[in-house]
């Protein structure tokens, strides 16, 4: 299949047609790369398949295919050795949705919703938003430029209150770009089962792992 990532795609004017946030919420001057939205086609076969769906031209209320939940247990089952089942997946319209839906799911109003930070923002909004205490630890800065943020489990654990109740984790970490390393993953969960609270992980950059022999463990995969 080709990709052009060549050929510039206007998304800026006429403002309106195109709404996009990325290039209409500052001036047309400013370089939007306050967000990770990129100006290339989709691939190819993404453009076939949404021009046919719209080809079709009734939009009533859809279904997660079959398909599709087979699809995500091939992709795993190829990529990550990891056997999952058709019924363990719940299709929601974002990551960032979920990340709320899980909130509300897992914990009662009032109990803690931990994150580490820096984080990719929305997650430090999913706390207030669904009526849970915000609670949050800092990762280990770089020791040195070009060094990589380190997990802090101390941080971590001393943030940890008998209301927590949840972890929103980021894995690979946004925006660090940490790709997290099996010790550090096992330190993580041998934290959550001494305070025994609910992960849930944020693996939406699985497929982007860009150091030589860097490898993505799905958490659940790895402590089941
Ligand atoms: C870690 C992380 N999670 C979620 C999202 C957004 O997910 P969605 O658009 O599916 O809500 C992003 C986007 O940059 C992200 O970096």
Redesign the pocket.
């Known amino acids: 299949m080709a990709f052009d990532f060549a050929t510039p795609v206007e998304r800026r004017a006429p403002e309106g047609n195109y709404a996009s946030q990325k290039w209409h919420r500052y001036a047309q001057d400013v370089l939007p790369l306050w967000v ?1 939205d990129m100006d290339f086609h989709s691939p190819p076969a993404v453009i076939d398949a949404l021009q046919r769906r719209v080809a079709h031209g009734v939009y009533g209320y859809g279904e997660v295919p079959a398909t599709l939940t087979a699809a995500l247990c091939q992709w795993s089952a190829h990529h990550y050795a990891w056997t999952i089942e058709p019924e363990w997946q719940q299709w929601l319209p ?5 990340l709320h839906f899980a909130a509300m799911a897992l914990t009662q109003p009032g109990e803690g919703v931990l994150t580490i930070a820096p984080i ?1 923002p ?2 430090l909004a999913v706390a207030e938003r669904t009526g849970r205490l915000a609670q949050q630890a800092m990762l280990a800065e770089p020791a040195a430029p070009g060094e990589p943020w380190q997990l802090d489990i101390a941080a971590l654990e001393a943030a940890i209150t008998p209301q927590t109740r949840l972890l929103l984790w ?1 894995h690979p970490h ?1 925006p660090t770009g940490r790709v997290w390393m099996l010790s550090e993953l096992e330190q993580l969960a041998a934290l959550v089962e001494r305070h025994d609270f609910w992960v849930v992980s ?1 693996e ?2 699985c497929d982007l792992l860009l150091d030589e022999g860097a490898r993505h463990r799905p958490l659940a995969a790895l402590f089941p």
């Open positions: 990770a974002g990551v960032v949705p979920a990719y929305p997650f980021c946004n944020d939406l950059h």
